[in-house]
């Protein structure tokens, strides 16, 4: 069965510093990889997703996430943090059978940023 | 762009009171899905659909909930009889062919 573990269900930094969102996995086939971001009030937007290929995948909003299959990780990362990132980031885990693909999510990390 | 839209935004019922939640996908998307967040909690999935049936569906979409595809553009969820527990924000979700969901704005049901 899959599942997505979100170290840390709150992260906060200070805006200018580097954003690290922790997120690992249990697939017992080659995952698909996602990082969903909710700003207050409204839905999940997707900032990234993995898939096949390359490993490091790039984002909206300058955030990028490596798929460590080793590691069974798929953590965000964001150089240099901005007010406007603060909003709860959900990684989910999905497997591609050509079938219906429903999403599993882990519990969420809520991302502060401060002055 | 194209995007999912959700109606309504807030719904309160009584316990007991049938609800049917609205979606309206991305026009030209072929599998669609209900997940739930109740407060505090994870975004779980309730119920995939597809070719105009229920294609995979969690143990929390018992027999009081039920979704449709009246026309071609809506999706509902429908739950016959809302208990408490049944509060939660509800996300409608559509997909092409290809791997990426796009999710609704949400429907925050207060069920009192």
């Known amino acids: 069965a899959q599942s997505v573990t979100q170290l840390g269900s709150h992260v906060s930094v200070s805006e200018g510093a580097l954003v690290l969102l922790r997120c690992n996995y249990s697939s017992s086939v080659p995952p698909y990889l996602f990082w969903y971001v909710q700003y207050p009030n409204q839905g999940l937007q997707l900032l990234l997703k993995y898939t096949t290929g390359a490993t490091l995948v790039k984002g909206i909003n300058g955030f990028e996430a490596e798929f460590k299959k080793s590691e069974t990780s798929f953590h965000l990362t964001k150089p240099s943090a901005h007010m406007s990132d603060a909003a709860e980031y959900f990684c989910a885990v999905t497997l591609f059978s050509g079938g219906y693909n429903k999403l599993i999510f882990g519990a969420g990390t809520r991302l502060a940023v401060h002055p | 762009e194209p995007e999912v839209t959700q109606t309504p935004s807030h719904q309160v019922t009584q316990m007991g009171q049938e609800v049917i939640l609205r979606c309206v996908p991305i026009?030209?998307?072929?599998?669609f899905y209900w997940y739930r967040q109740i407060l505090g909690q994870k975004v779980e999935f309730l119920v995939s659909?597809?070719?105009?049936?229920?294609?995979?569906k969690s143990e929390i979409f018992d027999d009081q909930f039920s979704v449709e595809r009246p026309d071609g553009s809506n999706f509902t969820l429908k739950i016959r009889s809302t208990k408490l527990e049944d509060s939660a924000m509800y996300f409608c979700?559509?997909?092409?062919?290809?791997?990426?969901?796009?999710f609704g704005p949400g429907t925050r049901l207060t069920v009192l």
């Open positions: 026009s030209n998307h072929l599998y």
């Open positions: 659909f597809y070719n105009n049936e229920i294609s995979e």
């Open positions: 979700a559509s997909r092409r062919e290809q791997d990426t969901q796009y």
